[in-house]
């Protein structure tokens, strides 16, 4: 394993913000294009799903979504089902970072992505009863625009857009629609 990589896991498990944190940040760096060493950290990643700490969740959804252009061997379609759970994790923030970066595994990895989808469409429904179920929705929408700008589906747009027009709160209506003019 590359040192600095080898450094940087060591990093993420530390119980210190101000180690484990900036070690995240070089990391979402460095899985912003292709890398070579996806499955060097792969199995690190996905075990920190489960662990009980959100800020290790939190960091093995995003960084397995962020790596999702450097699996080439489709790993992420036999664990898609753990990922996803992060998106309604016990802890909101975990939830709302993933939900934030769903686009990602389904805009690099197209055979996951109606899969993706349909859990992003499932969520925006199910969330309405959750506490701050806005916020929420705005992440789901926000991955839904993403992806269909994207991959300049239409389709998908008006889909999102057919999600927001269930929105009861004009106020919210009106924030969500507010996204697809980004």
Same mark, same amino acid.
């Given at each position: 394993?590359? =040192?600095?990589?080898? #450094?940087?896991?060591?990093?993420?498990? &530390?119980? +210190? $913000? +101000?180690?484990?944190? =900036?070690?995240?940040?070089?990391?979402?760096?460095? !899985?912003?294009?292709?890398? $070579?060493?996806?499955?060097?950290?792969?199995?690190?990643?996905?075990?920190?799903?489960? #662990? =009980?700490?959100?800020?290790?969740?939190?960091?093995?959804?995003?960084?397995?979504?962020?790596?999702?252009?450097?699996? !080439?061997?489709?790993?992420?379609?036999?664990?898609?089902?753990?990922?996803?759970?992060? &998106?309604? $994790?016990?802890?909101?923030?975990?939830?709302?970072?993933?939900?934030?970066?769903?686009?990602?595994?389904?805009?690099?990895? =197209?055979?996951?992505? $109606?899969?993706?989808?349909?859990?992003?469409?499932?969520?925006?429904?199910?969330?309405?009863?959750?506490?701050?179920?806005?916020?929420?929705?705005? #992440?789901?929408?926000? &991955?839904?625009?993403?992806?269909? +700008?994207?991959?300049?589906?239409?389709?998908?747009?008006?889909?999102?857009? #057919?999600?927001?027009?269930?929105?009861?709160? +004009?106020?919210?209506?009106?924030?969500?629609?507010?996204?697809?003019?980004?």
């Amino acid at each position: 394993m590359h =040192p600095e990589i080898e #450094d940087l896991l060591k990093k993420l498990n &530390s119980k +210190e $913000d +101000e180690v484990r944190y =900036p070690a995240f940040l070089r990391m979402q760096a460095l !899985t912003e294009h292709k890398v $070579d060493w996806v499955y060097e950290v792969w199995e690190a990643l996905v075990a920190k799903l489960s #662990d =009980p700490n959100s800020y290790q969740r939190n960091i093995g959804a995003t960084l397995l979504c962020a790596l999702s252009q450097s699996d !080439t061997e489709n790993r992420l379609a036999s664990m898609l089902d753990r990922l996803l759970s992060c &998106s309604k $994790d016990e802890k909101f923030i975990t939830s709302r970072l993933t939900l934030q970066n769903l686009w990602k595994p389904a805009w690099f990895e =197209p055979q996951l992505r $109606d899969t993706i989808v349909s859990h992003l469409q499932k969520r925006f429904e199910e969330c309405e009863t959750e506490k701050h179920s806005n916020l929420l929705r705005l #992440d789901i929408l926000q &991955s839904l625009f993403t992806l269909a +700008e994207l991959s300049h589906d239409e389709a998908l747009q008006q889909k999102a857009l #057919d999600l927001i027009q269930t929105e009861k709160d +004009e106020k919210y209506r009106k924030s969500y629609l507010a996204l697809k003019k980004k």
